[in-house]
């Protein structure tokens, strides 16, 4: 009997003993299975919630695991989407680089070039940014009809680039006239011509003329004068430029 006993108390600790050692463990549960498509799902969601950090974590990790090279691509652009709404322009412009660079041949590469171009064009009305950014927006534009000539942009394009020209002609303009009111007649000569060179079809070419004669007027280069003057009123006998150009003309 006494051995039973034994026995019995023996077996009562073992499973004791295995009863508690099991209470102290938590139950692992299997590892969800990686769903790029749902992880992409899910970063849109954060960024529509704004919470573009958390987003950009669940990208990169679509990035690292993307074994086949089919979602990388994809989290790589959304990633430079999330600085684009995150209002980062040049985090997202390196980011949007950074896919062109990666993946040249995407069906996405002219989207990426086109961000990368309004990313400078939304800047153009800053003050202290305006022609800086306009000049940017024209490399970039210009690059995008040089690279992908058959990107699905192309008519608004158009319209883009002549505000920033007109942006970076205004800019010249400015500088011109500032120039001439400080009796640098040279340097106003320089920057003025230097305008109508580049953008014959400036918005503001009849006032160009007129600060270009008055220019040479002023510096006794009266042959240049009249023929800038002339220039004018054939070209624009319209405007309040040419009715002050004739005035001059006729002294």
Known sequence: MKKISLV???????????????????????????????????????????????????LLEVKNRDSQKKYGALAQLKIAD??????EPDLAISEYRKFIENYPDNQFASYAQYQIAMAYYSQIESPDRGTGAAKSALIEFNRLKQLYPRNPYRDIVELRIEKAQNTIADGDFMIGEFYYKKESYQAALG?????????????????????????YGALKMNDKAKETFNRLIQKYPASDAAKEASKLVSR
């Open 8 to 58: 019995f108390i023996s077996v009562c600790s073992l499973l004791i003993v295995a009863l508690l050692s099991g209470c102290g463990k938590k139950e692992v549960k299997p590892e969800a299975a990686y769903d790029p498509e749902k992880y992409l799902t899910n970063a849109d969601t954060l960024v529509s919630e704004k919470k573009y950090d958390d987003a950009r974590k669940v």
């Open 191 to 215: 920057r003025l011509e230097g305008l109508l060179v580049k953008y014959p079809d400036y918005k503001k070419a009849d006032q160009t003329l007129l600060l270009i004669g008055k220019s």
């Open 82 to 87: 999330s600085y684009a709404k995150e209002g």
